[in-house]
Nanobody, 126 residues
Framework: QVQLVESGGGLVQAGGSLKLSCIAS????????MGWFRQAPGKEREFVAG????????DYADPVKGRFTISRDNAKNTVHLQMNRLKPEDTATYHC???????????????????WGQGTQVTVSS
């Protein structure tokens, strides 16, 4: 059974930092793009960041560019999202996801991601 499990969410003041982690089990995702998405109440799920299978290429949504950093450790089947200078508008449930296609370029389309975690809540107070 394939599982993606996120951790690291919590409550933080504006300007603070959090590091999210996602551990995959049931199969390796070393050849798959991994991404982070977020969904705030009443809003659609949106792409946050993605990292290509090799780890050498990343992509960030404009609202988080320069503040968030995505990384992966294929040996540990994990992906991380370091979030700095957090803002109240970053408040959302953050989901880890894996693109089911092999060795593809990063896509922001959630339809391409076949595997999803349950999410971890991030709340940023002003």
């Amino acid at each position: 059974q394939v599982q993606l499990v996120e951790s690291g969410g919590g409550l933080v003041q504006a300007g603070g930092s959090l590091k999210l982690s996602c551990i995959a089990s049931g199969r390796t995702f070393s050849w798959n793009t991994m991404g982070w998405f977020r969904q705030a109440p009443g809003k659609e799920r949106e792409f946050v960041a993605g990292v290509a299978w090799s780890g050498g290429t990343t992509d960030y949504a404009d609202p988080v560019k320069g503040r968030f950093t995505i990384s992966r450790d294929n040996a540990k089947n994990t992906v991380h999202l370091q979030m700095n200078r957090l803002k109240p508008e970053d408040t959302a449930t953050y989901h880890c996801a894996a693109d089911g296609r092999l060795q593809r370029t990063i896509t922001r389309d959630p339809q391409a991601y076949n595997y999803w975690g349950q999410g971890t809540q991030v709340t940023v107070s002003s």
